[in-house]
């Protein structure tokens, strides 16, 4: 852990850098919260008391230096749902138990962090986690294109991501004109700002010109009248006040319990990995190639979350669009997280006028922009092109969560996982009784055997071997006895490989020319041919 002198050297050596970031982050932050939070069907401006907490509290226990804590869009399904689930209908109810909810998983949080089980992220398989993302970008997107053309959020109410997928062709057809040219104009903004030409303008967060001319269409379509209340088209923001709004009672109601406890169980599970799989990548393009302690940037997320819960704001996550425009600004420290929050408080101190001026279809554009981004074309032919066995478990994982709900699909995914690799000729006993024998055959230099298969599923036991590895030590990772090699594991090397040779260390891996692999692509799955599979069941 970092000392305050550290936290506070790094804020007299970067101040000026992290000042700057933070404010050009807590623009991109302020609509977004805003639209999350009302999506996640929570008071809007409790979005922003998320990210002020998650800035101003978090910032000092973060294990990492440069992510930022927030909303995210990831986590309004598990939200939503919970409010709905709770509150039978009525939000202000089921916002106060899902506030229980949020309380709890941030406790579950913290223990975890402590119990250093952040490496448990590694074992779920990649294609089942994108195609978990995929599926919520799908499930907000069908939600959000109502919105954006006027249609009054009573038609969808109860209604599944099937239900209102079928509904996209009667909502177009009987849209409010007002409202939809706000939506079109701002996804238009949204989707057309990065070919913009102009330097300067690139500069700008699209995501706040959506909100000044949305703000600005809104009082030229004066839609204040009475004629659209039923529409509901201006945000509604709620009190930023600091009351106490948790409501724990569902835990002494025998009917809503598994209720509660099914979406305990999504916050901490989705919650938790989204935000160790933010940590790691932000780790890789962080400029001073730091190494984020992710264990300890759990725990700090989940101190997060139950003083946001508590204070009626939803549940953070290490946010990876906003962390990734952080670097990108020229963040060093997590100063800039914590100047992210003080800029966020102050617009909502001196804005909330203005915010209550704000168009609801220029937040649904804003997240329509967000779910594309999140189940974009180029995600589905990325996958593709690492494998058609990825592809398929990235569609079965998708179809299933739409179908079901994000637990139900994440494991179908990893079920279809499981068979996949049994129909390449991985036995179970394989992946149960797979070896990895680590031996040092000089001084400084490591040989790492891996012996039957090496898949998502075993990975963690593979990690425990090279974490025994000393930094600046040569490493050779030998294949030629593992039958088949997961995109996963490959994966997960890769990443280990760019954290191993940055400190000093040389790894090469050995045996992978005699695999077959099973796309083009460089991290694809590798299996042995089969005699050579049949060549290893005979000598074992």
């Given at each position: ?379 589905f032919a990325h996958v593709y092109h690492i494998g058609k066995e990825q592809l398929t478990i990235f569609l079965i994982t998708i179809i299933a969560t739409i179908a079901t709900d994000l637990l139900v699909g994440i494991a179908a995914g990893i079920l279809t996982k499981f068979i996949i690799q ?119």
């Amino acid at each position: 852990m970092k000392s305050k002198n550290n936290i506070f050297d790094s804020l007299q050596a970067h101040w000026a850098k992290d000042l700057l970031s933070g404010f050009l982050v807590s623009l991109i932050a302020l609509p977004l919260c805003l639209g999350i939070a009302g999506a996640s069907n929570f008071p809007p401006i409790m979005g922003v008391m998320t990210a002020v907490v998650g800035g101003i509290v978090v910032a000092f226990f973060a294990g990492s230096e440069l992510t930022i804590k927030g909303p995210a869009a990831g986590l309004i399904v598990i939200v939503a749902g919970a409010v709905e689930e709770l509150g039978k209908g009525d939000n202000e109810v089921g916002w106060k138990l899902a506030l229980g909810v949020v309380v709890v998983a941030g406790l579950i949080q913290i223990v975890l962090g402590l119990l250093k089980v952040a490496k448990l992220a590694d074992f779920f398989p990649l294609s089942a986690v994108h195609g978990m993302l995929a599926a919520i970008g799908i499930i907000i997107m069908s939600k959000q294109l109502h919105l954006a053309v006027g249609i009054a959020p009573a038609e969808m109410k109860g209604k599944e991501p099937l239900e209102l997928l079928e509904m996209v062709p009667h909502s177009l057809m009987h849209m409010e004109y007002h409202i939809a040219i706000i939506g079109g104009i701002s996804l238009l903004i949204l989707f057309g700002w990065p070919y913009l030409q102009i330097k300067a303008l690139k500069k700008v967060p699209p995501a706040l010109v959506v909100l000044i001319v949305g703000v600005l269409l809104g009082q030229y379509f004066h839609l204040t009248e009475p004629s659209y209340k039923n529409l509901k088209p201006l945000v509604s923001p709620g009190d930023f006040s600091i009351n106490l709004n948790a409501d724990f009672s569902v835990l002494t109601n025998s009917e809503l319990l598994p209720v509660f406890l099914k979406y305990l169980l999504m916050f901490v599970l989705i919650g938790s990995l989204e935000s160790l799989l933010t940590g790691r990548a932000i780790d890789l393009i962080d400029p001073e190639k730091r190494k984020s302690d992710l264990s300890r940037d759990l725990t700090a997320v989940g101190i997060g979350n139950t003083i946001s819960g508590l204070l009626g704001g939803l549940p953070m996550i290490s946010e990876v669009a906003r962390s990734s425009a952080n670097i990108n600004n020229g963040a060093k420290s997590r100063w800039a997280n914590f100047f992210h929050g003080i800029f966020l408080l102050l617009f909502v101190v001196m804005l909330v006028p203005v915010i209550k001026m704000v168009p609801v279809a220029s937040l649904a554009a804003m997240l329509i922009f967000v779910g594309f981004r999140l189940a974009s074309p180029k995600e589905f032919a990325h996958v593709y092109h690492i494998g058609k066995e990825q592809l398929t478990i990235f569609l079965i994982t998708i179809i299933a969560t739409i179908a079901t709900d994000l637990l139900v699909g994440i494991a179908a995914g990893i079920l279809t996982k499981f068979i996949i690799q049994l129909a390449f000729g991985v036995q179970i006993k394989d992946i149960i009784q797979s070896r990895f024998e680590l031996t040092e055959q000089e001084l400084g230099v490591y040989h790492l055997s891996v012996k039957n298969a090496a898949v998502f599923a075993n990975y963690l036991k593979l990690k425990a071997q090279l974490a025994k590895v000393p930094q600046g030590s040569s490493l050779i990772i030998d294949f030629s006895k593992a039958a088949y090699v997961d995109h996963t594991v490959a994966d997960n090397l890769n990443n280990f490989r760019r954290e191993f040779e940055a400190a000093g260390g040389v790894l090469s891996l050995k045996g992978l020319d005699l695999h077959e692999s099973l796309s083009e692509h460089p991290l694809a799955a590798r299996r042995l041919p089969k005699h050579l599979r049949k060549t290893l069941v005979e000598m074992a």
